[in-house]
């Protein structure tokens, strides 16, 4: 079994895309801590940055005013596995921007091609000063953040494996209203005009819709260690 040291010595950059409700974020962080690699995810600065411009009074319906308050806000990312932080302008932003108001602005706000610009560079350099490799979760991390990623995985389930288990991460939720939200959401990231969301052509794609959490795990811990043997 790989250890954090020997994974060190052969730093790996490993982008892992897909839809929301595939298991996408539990993966990604399991497998960095499993493999001792920092860990990103993409998607929780687009609400941070969403969380932002919501309390500061920007009109998230005007791509203008997002446009032009999208270099304000200073976002730190931690990368920790175990303990992965975010922040806005010094203020711990992990539990706001989880609330049903950001989730249902977020694909607005991260639509705007400005936005997207500034996010893109703050991902890469994180990207790049994580000296020992690195799991970057998102939906365009394997196309548009680092196409040069050395292994890229693109997660995908069905729209009802999805739905149930979004609903149980979220008490009270109804599991219809979750589908069609998480649906509604799929076509407007898969249809902006920048970084949609898509598969690359060289990741591999892994249908987690009958696997359990632990095989997803295993699975992508497998293709990560076969790419850094060959490397």
């Known amino acids: 079994m790989s250890t954090a040291v020997e994974t060190a010595s052969s730093a790996v950059i490993v982008a892992i895309?897909?839809?929301?409700?595939t298991g996408k974020s539990s993966t990604s962080k399991a497998v960095a801590a499993k493999l001792g690699l920092s860990y990103l995810d993409t998607g929780a600065q687009y609400r941070a940055i969403t969380w932002w411009m919501l309390n500061n009074g920007i009109d998230v319906?005007?791509?203008?005013?997002?446009?032009?308050?999208?270099?304000?806000?200073?976002?730190?990312?931690?990368?920790?596995?175990?303990?992965?932080?975010?922040?806005?302008?010094?203020e711990d932003a992990s539990g706001p921007i989880r609330t049903q108001e950001v989730t249902s602005k977020v694909s607005a706000v991260s639509a705007v091609p400005e936005v997207r610009t500034i996010i893109?560079?703050?991902?890469?350099?994180?990207?790049?000063?994580?000296?020992?490799?690195?799991?970057?979760?998102?939906?365009d991390i394997g196309?548009?953040?680092?196409?040069?990623?050395?292994?890229?995985?693109?997660?995908?389930?069905?729209?009802e494996a999805r739905a149930a288990r979004r609903s149980g991460e979220v008490k009270g939720s109804d599991l219809a209203a979750t589908r069609e939200a998480l649906?509604?959401?799929?076509?407007?990231?898969?249809?902006?005009?920048?970084?949609?969301?898509?598969?690359?052509?060289d990741a591999v794609e892994v249908d987690t819709t009958?696997?359990?959490?632990?095989?997803?795990?295993?699975?992508?811990?497998?293709?990560?260690?076969?790419k850094r043997t060959a490397a």
């Open 17 to 21: 895309d897909g839809p929301s409700g």
């Open 183 to 201: 649906i509604l959401r799929d076509a407007a990231d898969s249809g902006r005009k920048t970084s949609p969301l898509a598969k690359a052509d």
């Open 210 to 226: 009958e696997l359990t959490l632990q095989q997803v795990i295993e699975c992508v811990v497998t293709l990560v260690e076969e």
């Open 61 to 90: 319906s005007s791509p203008a005013e997002i446009a032009t308050a999208a270099a304000k806000p200073v976002i730190v990312s931690g990368t920790d596995p175990a303990a992965p932080t975010i922040t806005v302008d010094g």
């Open 143 to 159: 196309i548009t953040v680092l196409p040069d990623a050395d292994i890229k995985i693109f997660l995908t389930a069905s729209p």
């Open 120 to 139: 893109t560079e703050l991902q890469r350099s994180i990207a790049a000063g994580a000296e020992g490799g690195i799991v970057v979760e998102g939906r």
